[in-house]
């Protein structure tokens, strides 16, 4: 496979091979206030805080000041087990893609921003060029070339400073926080799942999984109309969060000790009847088979968790109950519409934060985000000042 501009541009042995490049130990100090520090996972499965050098933006390309980064169920997998997929950590990786920031320079070219704009951060950075299909049918998520930063080899804005392409940044109104502006990638997934779907006004639906994924899936479906929502997880807290944010959805704690099915009969006990649309989003085998146990005739199961692979499902029970199984690789042109539906006060993301820490205590709030008993939903890592 090619080289792509972009593969080249974000080489990660441009920042691991520069003699300013250190990994900060336990006594270590960043070498200056405004030092370009972030938070790398490496093949050895261990989390550290790191200073690398400053970017300068080249033609096109902008220098962000990284205000506010949300970790991730993913950025816990790659640094907890050392890939996703045929992902797989195999040297320094910088973590993060929930991100928003300040412009604070601007590259050759660049007219349609200025020093001071507040945006939010796509980070999938495709191609682009007309010899590709995806990109040229508008299914850049799945550009064979994409540049998706977090996922190895590629670093992520999980920290100070970052250049990016001024195309692939999304203008924040004055009045979204830069907290809204990171959520807005797990709200983009969301969306993305939903508009898949085809969930339409007053259809019954499930949401797997209360994290992050799951409550901005919650939100979005109750913007859209289902109704009635039910909602499963294996803890309490996170059914409790889902109920604080809708309080007329339907909560069912996962017994790990139950079958599927016999799961599926509780769920539907509880919203009262079988469901037009599945909103899956823990990518874990079991859940999905309690899903399509839980699913009407002619119904969607919609996958937007990622999980193990290979995976076994229960194939007849869809085939005869005629299920539409989905899955979704990320998003295509949802921010535009996430920020709106932020910024008219459609969907509020806020209360999904629960801990926020500063960009130097990068190593805390990954060990809180990994530790359920910590009964986090989204760990937000800001540098504000």
Not at 99 to 127: F, H, M, N, Q, Y
Not at 143 to 165: D, E, I, K, M, N
Not at 215 to 234: K, Q, Y
Not at 348 to 377: C, N, S, W, Y
Request: proline fraction near 7%; charge should be neutral; glycine fraction near 8%.
């Amino acid at each position: 496979m090619a080289c792509t501009h972009n593969q080249r541009l974000y080489d990660p042995k441009q920042v691991n091979t520069s003699p300013d490049f250190k990994v900060l130990g336990p006594n270590d100090t960043p070498s200056s206030k405004d030092a370009n520090i972030a938070a790398f996972y490496n093949e050895k499965r261990e989390i550290n805080l790191v200073e690398k050098p400053k970017p300068k933006p080249g033609p096109g390309q902008v220098l962000l000041h990284i205000r506010a980064t949300g970790i991730c169920g993913s950025d816990i997998h790659f640094w907890r087990h050392g890939r996703i997929g045929n992902m797989i950590v195999t040297d320094e990786c910088g973590s993060g893609h929930e991100s928003a920031g300040e412009v604070v320079e601007l590259g050759e070219g660049v007219t349609e921003w200025k020093v001071g704009d507040r945006v939010a951060i796509e980070v999938g950075i495709p191609c682009f060029q007309p010899s590709c299909e995806q990109c040229r049918t508008g299914k850049y998520n799945g550009c064979p070339y994409v540049v998706f930063l977090s996922a190895p080899p590629y670093h992520g804005t999980l920290t100070r400073w970052h250049v990016h392409p001024a195309q692939w940044l999304h203008r924040l109104p004055d009045h979204m926080s830069y907290e809204e502006g990171a959520l807005c990638e797990p709200l983009t997934v969301a969306l993305s799942g939903l508009e898949a779907s085809g969930l339409r006004l007053g259809e019954p639906a499930l949401v797997c999984g209360a994290g992050p994924i799951g409550l901005a899936a919650l939100l979005s479906a109750r913007a859209a109309g289902a109704a009635p929502i039910v909602i499963t997880d294996l803890f309490q807290n996170r059914l409790d969060t889902a109920k604080a944010l809708v309080p007329n959805v339907r909560t069912v704690l996962v017994d790990t000790a139950l079958s599927p099915e016999d799961q599926a009969a509780k769920i539907k006990e509880a919203v009262g009847l079988k469901v037009k649309v599945a909103l899956e989003c823990t990518g874990f085998e079991g859940s999905i088979s309690t899903a399509a146990y839980c699913i009407k005739f002619g119904g969607t199961l919609m996958v937007i968790g990622v999980g193990k692979s290979p995976q076994t499902y229960p194939f007849m029970h869809l085939s005869l109950n005629e299920i539409t199984m989905k899955f979704i690789n990320r998003y295509v042109d949802q921010y535009p519409k996430a920020i709106r539906l932020i910024s008219e006060g459609v969907i509020d993301v806020k209360p999904l934060i629960t801990h926020r820490f500063k960009l130097e205590d990068a190593m805390a709030a990954f060990q809180v985000a990994a530790d359920p008993k910590q009964g986090a939903i989204k760990v937000q890592i800001q540098d504000l000042d």
